[in-house]
């Protein structure tokens, strides 16, 4: 729809499948715009001079949209003048509630069926749920032959006759095989993500890279044997890597709705192939619990969440250096 992009936008149109599965086209189904936010490509002030030298960015974004039941999921792609691309999805639509016989929290009693939800109405409970996405990213840096490249970055005790205590280096290993490429997210263990080509060097010697740069994510509670965790088996980790195959198109299988679990990323990742120097494909999830508030109702507010694809050491300098004052 129109009211979905900025009125200068340029819209395109996609061939989707319809309900029994046929090709069907569909005018309008994305937009192509640019933007200024107010946002600040680079910034610096020089105290010795008192000056200050800033940038103004500009991004380039394809926006589609997806109404999938009783959600509208908004799917940003941001290519940005310093080589870096988001990856924005906002979140909105219509929670799924159900009727109770409450008119507010203070006529339930213990056990009364409020455990599960919140309400957001009276005699209306939205039921507490996840949103699990998984992005599969087919990264040719510089050239087919990549190679998942993990810096961990590690604390290190220092010489107790000094003033500092501590700091940190960066400790270096590349993903050999598709299990040692399964990976978590954890603030206790950071750790940098990065598609490099081991054949090809930047200018100061590293292999050129793309950094996947994550953000807020979640992990699911559900139980392994519940079937939906096992349809989604691709929850089980933040990061997957693959060799490119034509037909491993979608993670949790051809089928998920059929499935009986296990199929899409854990089945194809059991053979456990290299993933070392060749064509690569990353597999990202993202997710989000959503706990409702009353604020959500009757029409959710957009909330975004998202990720990043940045250069690292593929460029000699910052490529937005020099943007127009």
Same mark, same amino acid.
């Given at each position: 729809?129109?009211?979905?992009?900025?009125?200068?936008?340029?819209?395109?149109a996609?061939?989707?499948?319809?309900?029994?599965?046929a090709?069907?086209?569909?005018?309008?189904?994305?937009?192509?715009?640019?933007?200024?936010?107010?946002?600040?490509?680079w910034?610096?002030?020089?105290?010795?001079?008192?000056?200050?030298?800033?940038?103004?960015?500009?991004?380039?974004?394809?926006?589609?949209?997806?109404?999938?039941?009783?959600y509208?999921y908004?799917?940003?792609?941001?290519?940005?003048?310093?080589?870096?691309?988001?990856?924005?999805?906002?979140?909105?639509?219509?929670?799924?509630?159900?009727?109770?016989?409450?008119?507010?929290?203070a006529?339930?009693?213990?056990?009364?069926? =409020?455990?599960?939800g919140?309400?957001?109405?009276?005699?209306?409970l939205?039921?507490?749920?996840?949103?699990?996405?998984?992005?599969?990213?087919?990264?040719?840096?510089?050239?087919?032959?990549?190679s998942?490249?993990?810096?961990?970055?590690?604390p290190?005790?220092?010489?107790?006759?000094?003033?500092?205590?501590?700091?940190?280096?960066?400790?270096?290993?590349?993903?050999?095989?598709?299990?040692?490429?399964?990976?978590?997210?954890?603030m206790?263990?950071?750790?940098?993500?990065?598609?490099?080509?081991?054949?090809?060097?930047?200018?100061?010697?590293?292999?050129?890279?793309?950094?996947?740069?994550?953000?807020?994510t979640?992990?699911?509670?559900?139980?392994?044997?519940?079937?939906?965790?096992?349809?989604?088996?691709f929850?089980?980790?933040? =990061?997957?890597?693959?060799?490119f195959?034509?037909?491993?198109?979608?993670?949790?299988?051809?089928?998920?709705?059929q499935?009986?679990?296990?199929?899409?990323?854990?089945?194809?990742?059991q053979a456990?192939?290299?993933?070392?120097?060749?064509?690569?494909?990353?597999?990202?999830?993202?997710?989000?619990?959503?706990?409702?508030?009353?604020?959500?109702?009757?029409?959710?507010?957009?909330?975004?969440?998202g990720?990043?694809?940045r250069?690292?050491?593929?460029?000699?300098?910052?490529?937005?250096?020099?943007?127009?004052?």
């Amino acid at each position: 729809m129109w009211v979905d992009c900025p009125a200068y936008a340029t819209y395109l149109a996609a061939v989707l499948a319809d309900d029994q599965g046929a090709p069907s086209s569909q005018p309008n189904a994305l937009c192509l715009f640019e933007r200024t936010a107010g946002d600040i490509a680079w910034r610096h002030f020089e105290i010795v001079h008192g000056q200050t030298e800033s940038r103004q960015g500009r991004e380039l974004v394809v926006r589609y949209i997806a109404a999938i039941g009783n959600y509208d999921y908004i799917f940003d792609w941001v290519f940005r003048q310093d080589g870096s691309i988001k990856v924005a999805l906002g979140t909105s639509g219509i929670e799924q509630v159900k009727a109770v016989k409450h008119r507010g929290v203070a006529d339930a009693q213990p056990g009364e069926g =409020l455990a599960y939800g919140r309400l957001v109405a009276a005699h209306t409970l939205a039921i507490h749920h996840d949103h699990f996405f998984n992005f599969r990213l087919d990264l040719d840096v510089d050239g087919a032959q990549n190679s998942l490249h993990i810096g961990e970055l590690t604390p290190v005790a220092l010489a107790p006759e000094g003033l500092r205590r501590s700091t940190y280096t960066v400790r270096s290993r590349v993903a050999k095989t598709e299990q040692e490429a399964k990976l978590h997210i954890r603030m206790d263990r950071p750790a940098l993500w990065q598609v490099i080509n081991p054949q090809k060097t930047g200018p100061l010697g590293y292999p050129v890279s793309y950094e996947l740069v994550t953000s807020h994510t979640a992990m699911s509670l559900l139980s392994p044997q519940d079937y939906p965790q096992r349809r989604a088996g691709f929850t089980d980790y933040h =990061l997957w890597v693959t060799p490119f195959h034509p037909e491993e198109r979608y993670a949790g299988g051809m089928y998920p709705n059929q499935s009986h679990g296990g199929d899409g990323l854990p089945r194809w990742t059991q053979a456990d192939r290299a993933v070392e120097d060749t064509d690569i494909v990353l597999w990202y999830t993202l997710g989000l619990h959503h706990v409702v508030r009353a604020e959500d109702w009757p029409v959710m507010p957009t909330v975004w969440h998202g990720f990043e694809l940045r250069p690292f050491d593929f460029f000699a300098r910052n490529p937005a250096i020099d943007l127009p004052k």
